[in-house]
């Protein structure tokens, strides 16, 4: 298995090559670093060459130091990758040129008009074909929580990672979310039975759901998943459970999506991603 992983020489990506390395094993490793100067004008570029010859020097200072850090780490490393201009475009170049399983990036989280800006790892993460690893603290907790729908149990990548993933001695959650039915707009009173009766069809339904895929887990050899019926908002729902938890890592899927997408309030796998503290596997 082969993965690709990104640093810019800070701790907290460091931290999430060593993170990916406690759930998954035989991987050999590509390091990218860029110099990224894509913000400088093409005649700030053309006057002052010297800008680039200190971005190219700091990015082999950082793909050194980082192959001595992964061989310290026990990380098999294969190949260091050195490029310039964006990060993004970067790593979605790579992408093409190799066949990856995974993508491994840091991320400083982001908050208020940043979120709306976005970031380097919900790009990545957006729009690339290969599923993407992101962290951003260092973890301890050995519970993984896969956020399910009846989407992924066809899934051929979703079984791939079941099978890359190393969950013996893991605690492993099950968690499917319905919506809270928006009631307001219907006039009069509300029959409260009919309310908890369609709670209770949601709740069977979901645990259906989790049921087929303890049955999946139960195949590679996993017998105590902990099954989870959420209901509310799924995205804080799910970054709420996770909390309340101590979840290490939350997988969860995300379909391709376009460049102005970055425009539009974000699906639930980038909800996520802001707010949660546990790392993220964002299954393409």
């Known amino acids: 298995m082969k993965v690709l992983f990104c640093t810019d020489g800070s701790k907290i990506s460091y931290g999430a090559v ?18 990224d100067w894509s913000c400088l004008s093409d005649n700030l570029l053309s006057e002052y060459s010297i800008i680039q010859n200190k971005c190219a020097n700091n990015a082999d200072s950082i793909l050194n130091y980082t192959q001595e ?3 310290n780490n026990d990380i098999n490393f294969n190949q260091k990758i050195k490029s310039c201009g964006s990060v993004v475009d970067a ?14 990036v840091g991320s400083n989280g982001k908050k208020g008009l940043q979120k709306w800006l976005g970031s380097v790892s919900y790009d990545i993460s957006s729009f690339s074909d290969t599923s993407v690893y992101i962290s951003k603290n260092s973890i301890s907790s050995d519970r993984v929580a896969f956020a399910l729908d009846s989407s992924l149990i066809s899934s051929k990548r979703f079984m791939q990672t ?12 099950l968690l499917t979310v319905y919506e809270i039915p928006d009631y307001l707009f219907l006039e009069g009173n509300i029959d409260s039975n009919w309310v908890i009766d369609i709670n209770e069809k949601q709740n069977r339904e979901g645990m259906i759901i989790l049921s087929k895929y303890e049955e999946i887990f139960k195949d590679l050899g996993c017998n105590n998943c902990i099954k989870r019926v959420l209901s509310g908002n799924c995205a804080k729902e799910i970054v709420r459970y996770c909390a309340d938890n101590e979840i290490g890592l939350v997988v969860c899927g995300m379909r391709n999506r376009k460049y102005l997408s970055k425009l539009i309030p974000g699906s639930i796998s980038r909800r996520i991603l802001e707010d949660t503290k546990s790392d993220v596997l964002i299954m393409k």
């Open 162 to 173: 079941l099978k890359n993933i190393n969950l013996q001695g893991k605690e492993i959650h």
């Open 69 to 71: 850090f992964l061989l």
């Open 91 to 104: 790593v979605l170049e790579k992408e093409k040129e190799e066949d990856y399983s995974y993508i491994i």
């Open 18 to 35: 060593v993170n990916f390395s406690k759930w998954f094993n035989n991987f050999n490793t590509d390091i990218l670093t860029v110099a």
